[in-house]
């Protein structure tokens, strides 16, 4: 259809406000970052690349950036791979209300607020002392891990929790893709001899394909915007800055340090750390948003 | 007899799958489990920390959050945010993913690449400024800051693009030669059609936004304009050391939510498996 | 068509207009007064945000009720935050001209950050004379630009000096409090029990950011070194690594806690004097302030279950760190800054100040008040920190929350021995440079 003016009425407002809201913010993080920047002064000196200097002498800089990265490439390896078998699984139960009970089960954490479930898991499940799992483990005679308190352990601790809160999306999404795959691929492949684990790299796979790198794509962009678990669980970075990554020092340099040009400048990194890892991603999974 | 052998071990296969998937079921369960039991014991009891049901059960813990916060002014200011959020949303990416997935016009693939690339801008990355803006705009520590910056979001346009384009373009064109215009066209031949999307839209533009943590922090500052998912931050942070208590609030936060998803599970995963890509 | 339309698009207009009246009705019932300088009935709304602190609330809520009864004109408004977002919400509500308070109760480690931009007003001369005169020396450090105040002590900040012993166990073990540095480490190493990470009993946690700093820097000082030269950090001193050797040394060696008030084991900000309410810790360096928390949180009583006792100095200079603690700063562009100033001079007058402290369980900043025998009277338990107020140094001029905070992160690694740091001078030097490069941009 054509009608020029009515794609005008619905895109110019539409486009007003992501431009006001999306793009000028990103513009302005730019702008501030070549500032040293904070709102309260009446003068702000300019300082020209001098906070990007500044990040490449930052330890704390260096270790969130590390941290991000780690962070984000274990959990959405675990989370993808996890979610992919739980899918497999759970497409082969056979009766409705079983596999929609399993589905609510692993859905669940899905639909209360981030910050709700890394409050309930840093004060019931990870204490050493009365934290479920290390009253579980004492009662099995192992010595009792300390989760949220110590360098080592801290960022396998929100990459646990972190799964366990994300992985329902993917899990719904895996299933339903898993599902949809016609079933006489299979039967071919019966035909053929195949076991289960080839019958999954080779067709299960590769028909899933499309869902699959969307699901890639998405978990790695919102993994990278994480931000209320390591606020919680990680005061101030946590024990020798394990769990601090660049959302939180991004907030703690704004809002706390109060030097907003510098946190501008981390922001800056970011958004190019997340554009950069989207395009490889899409080129490595040829993702097809459609166009 | 090999027949009976394959069928065997085909049984025994799918009982592994199934025990697994049950275990691994309960233990997804099993933090909630533990918050409910904690919310409802004394404090000295958890701080002893060697009973796993409660020895003495005591509404103590819930009274206490009601006597401290207002829960309830918290709730409707979430209810409030995420209905109008996810009306106005559900709105503007219908009608963007009509235009995208119907229209012809100039410059239609690089306004799209543009929507797309909105989405590669995370919140977090923007705070500083955003916040500047929404101080700007008279909005500081006023709930709609909280609605009026996604107003417009690539994700929602994309899906409802996809599920438009499945429309044959016939029936837009009987329409048209009937003599409808374009709004009537959208509202009354695209929309029946697209409920399904829309249902889809609606469950995962609202738990986004019941959900969010980091824009309310920012952008809200009086206790009263608060939303529930401040909640827990805000009592755990003022009595530090009462775990029952913040049990209690995590219970509560998740209450609501929680009833009508298991309410309506059915519909709810069915729609969240559309937002997928078909 | 085109009507439809236009009506959608106004209702949706409509629809966020009221969502955003409805928030500014329904429920601003606090925060009448935020932007207009006078609500109805024609009196002047004064908006005081404070942190979250049951007994210390309490107390502001009775001055502020007596103040508003006492005159007609003015209505002083408190809200409290969880500490936690304090700060940065005071940052962000100066920034949001006109949405924030007319008083910010404002701490004086982090209260630098404040004063450095034009955002606080100066008390005004009347008020900082009498001040001057009658304060110790820490309690003003923080809010002194040039010649210039930017904000009223309402406490002397005191983490260093004094100790909470846990009465029930001493009795128990029928032995008297340790006095000397080394009877207390004796006592904290045979009374301590632990199981890998879980700690039963901890002879003495002082592993709190507070105290953490507090100790190093007073050892260093105490022992004849300096941490601050020329206005900025210098840990390169023989004095700043026997220091934390020594403290690293009671974890490491001694074994008489672990980093729990440091790391967060516990999911939260859980430290000593929590421990000691809980019965699970013997001794615990800390501020008398602590004390009413025990009280009101663990419902213990000092001087039943808990005791506080003096505290040490480690060397022989007889010298401890203190921060500008509690302060009261009104911002520059409140509409009300007389009114605010007007409840400022009613809060400061002695009486009123004095009741406030000793229902804080704080150290008074004035001398006039520390030396009142009413107020030992009052508050008998902190006794043994009123002779030592003289010898305390003000810390420094820069943000105690950044030095607390990268002094932590050594302090764990060291203690957990992971490897960042080849050795305590080490780990100085590197805690050193973070700390400057902080201070010039600062």
């Known amino acids: 259809m054509k009608n020029n003016r009515f794609v005008a009425i619905v895109l110019v407002p539409a486009l007003t406000l992501l431009t006001l809201f999306v793009i000028i913010p990103i513009m302005g993080s730019f702008f501030f970052s070549l500032f040293d920047y904070n709102p309260l002064r009446n003068q702000n000196h300019f300082l020209g690349l001098g906070n990007y200097a500044r990040l490449l002498q930052d330890s704390t800089y260096i270790k969130s950036f590390q941290n991000t990265l780690i962070f984000v490439f274990v959990t959405v390896a675990i989370n993808i791979a996890l979610t992919l078998v739980l899918g497999q699984f759970i497409s082969g139960v056979k009766r409705r209300w079983l596999r929609n009970l399993f589905l609510v089960a692993i859905f669940l954490p899905c639909v209360a607020p981030v910050a709700n479930s890394a409050v309930v898991w840093s004060r019931s499940m990870y204490p050493t002392k009365g934290g479920l799992i290390n009253v579980l483990l004492m009662a099995l005679d192992i010595t009792p891990v300390n989760w949220v308190g110590s360098p080592l352990m801290l960022m ?66 919102s993994h990278f915007q994480m931000f209320a678990q390591f606020e919680i669980m990680a005061r101030d970075g946590g024990p020798g800055k394990a769990g601090q990554v660049l959302t939180t020092y991004i907030y703690y340099s704004g809002f706390k340090a109060k030097d907003m040009g510098y946190a501008s400048a981390i922001s800056v990194t970011l958004f190019l750390l997340i554009l950069a890892v989207t395009l490889v991603q899409q080129r490595l999974n040829r993702v097809d948003w459609g166009y | 007899m090999h027949e009976g052998a394959k069928g065997v071990a085909e049984g025994v296969r799918k009982g592994i799958i199934f025990s697994i998937v049950t275990v691994f079921s309960l233990a997804m369960l099993t933090p909630y489990v533990w918050m409910l039991l904690l919310s409802f014991k004394h404090q000295a009891e958890i701080n002893k920390a060697n009973t796993f049901l409660p020895d003495v059960w005591t509404l103590r813990n819930y009274i206490k959050v009601f006597e401290t916060v207002p829960m309830v002014h918290w709730f409707m200011n979430s209810v409030m945010v995420a209905v109008s959020a996810t009306t106005i949303v559900l709105f503007t990416s219908t009608l963007v993913g009509f235009i995208f997935a119907k229209y012809k016009f100039r410059g239609k693939n690089i306004i799209f690449w543009f929507i797309l690339a909105t989405m590669m801008v995370p919140p977090q990355t923007t705070m500083v400024p955003s916040f500047l803006l929404i101080d700007r705009l008279g909005l500081y520590d006023k709930l709609p800051s909280l609605v009026i910056p996604g107003m417009v979001g690539g994700f929602g346009i994309f899906l409802c693009r996809q599920f438009i384009e499945d429309i044959p373009d016939s029936l837009c064109e009987a329409a048209l030669i009937d003599g409808a215009k374009d709004f009537y066209i959208y509202w009354h031949v695209i929309i029946p059609l697209i409920r399904p999307a829309i249902g889809a839209l609606t469950i995962f533009t609202f738990l986004i936004y019941w959900n969010e943590y980091m824009l309310p922090l920012l952008y809200l500052n009086n206790p009263l304009n608060m939303t529930l998912s401040l909640a827990i931050s805000f009592f755990s942070t003022q009595r530090t050391t009462d775990v029952g208590a913040i049990m209690a609030v995590a219970t509560l936060v998740m209450l609501p939510v929680t009833i009508v998803f298991i309410a309506f599970q059915k519909q709810f995963i069915k729609s969240i498996a559309m937002t997928g890509v078909k | 068509m085109k009507r439809i339309f236009a009506l959608l698009i106004s209702a949706i207009m409509i629809v966020s207009l009221f969502a955003a009246c409805g928030q500014g009705g329904g429920t601003s019932s606090s925060d009448g007064g935020n932007t207009s300088s006078s609500s109805g009935g024609g009196k002047t709304t004064v908006e005081f945000w404070g942190h979250v602190n049951e007994a210390w609330n309490a107390s502001h809520r009775d001055i502020v009720g007596r103040f508003n009864a006492s005159q007609s004109e003015i209505e002083v408004v408190p809200t409290f935050f969880p500490y936690d977002d304090f700060e940065a919400k005071i940052q962000t509500s100066l920034m949001a001209g006109g949405a924030g308070a007319d008083i910010y109760e404002i701490w004086g480690g982090w209260g630098l950050d404040f004063v450095a931009t034009d955002a606080l007003s100066p008390v005004p001369d009347a008020v900082i004379k009498e001040l001057i005169a009658d304060s110790y020396e820490p309690v003003l450090g923080t809010f002194k630009k040039g010649d210039t105040y930017y904000g009223v002590p309402v406490e002397y900040n005191n983490e260093y000096g004094g100790m909470l012993v846990n009465k029930v166990e001493f009795d128990k073990l029928g032995i008297p409090y340790p006095e000397t540095w080394d009877e207390i480490v004796n006592v904290a190493r045979q009374t301590s029990v632990s199981n890998g990470p879980v700690f ?90 602590v004390i009413s928390m025990l009280e009101e949180e663990y419902d213990k009583a000092e001087g039943v279950d808990f005791e506080f006792v003096k505290f040490p100095i480690y060397g022989p200079t007889k010298a401890f760190t203190a921060e500008t603690g509690w302060s009261m700063c009104v911002p520059k562009n409140t509409q009300v800054a007389e009114a605010a100033w007007e409840y400022l001079d009613f809060f400061l007058d002695k009486e009123n100040l004095m009741e406030h402290n000793v229902r804080c369980a704080q150290i008074p900043p004035l001398k006039s008040i520390a030396k009142d025998p009413e107020f030992a009277k009052q508050l008998p338990f902190v006794v043994p920190l009123l002779d030592i107020l003289d010898a305390g140094r003000f810390i420094g001029p820069f943000n105690t929350d950044v030095l607390k905070i990268g002094l932590r992160n050594v302090f764990v690694s060291l203690c957990t021995q992971d490897g960042t740091y080849a050795s305590v001078s080490e780990a100085l030097t590197s805690l050193e440079n973070e700390l400057n490069t902080t201070l010039k941009l600062g």
């Not at chain 1, 071919?188 to 869902?211: E, M, Q, S, V, Y």
């Not at chain 3, 003495?204 to 004849?224: K, V, W």
């Not at chain 3, 690293?248 to 000593?272: C, K, M, P, R, Y």
């Open chain 1, 156 to 221: 396998p601790a929100l990459i646990i929790f972190t799964i366990w809160v994300d992985i329902g999306y993917n899990t719904v999404l895996f299933t339903a893709g898993i599902d949809g795959i016609p079933k006489d691929f299979y039967e071919a492949a019966d035909i053929d001899g195949a076991g289960h684990i080839i019958r999954f790299f080779k067709i299960t796979l590769p028909l899933l394909g499309r869902t699959f790198s969307f699901v890639t794509a998405m978990t790695i962009i």
């Open chain 3, 200 to 289: 039963e009993m901890r002879g003495l946690d002082f592993t709190t950011d507070d105290t953490l700093t507090h100790t190093f820097l007073t050892t260093i000082l105490s022992t004849g070194g300096q941490y601050w030269v020329n206005d900025k950090f210098d840990f390169s001193t023989p004095q700043a690594t026997q220091a934390l050797q020594m403290l690293v040394d009671l974890i490491v060696v001694d074994n008489v806690t672990n980093l729990d008030s440091a790391t967060g084991a516990q999911g939260a900000e859980i430290d000593g004097a929590h421990f000691l309410g809980r019965g699970e810790a013997m001794m615990v360096p800390r501020g008398p302030w």
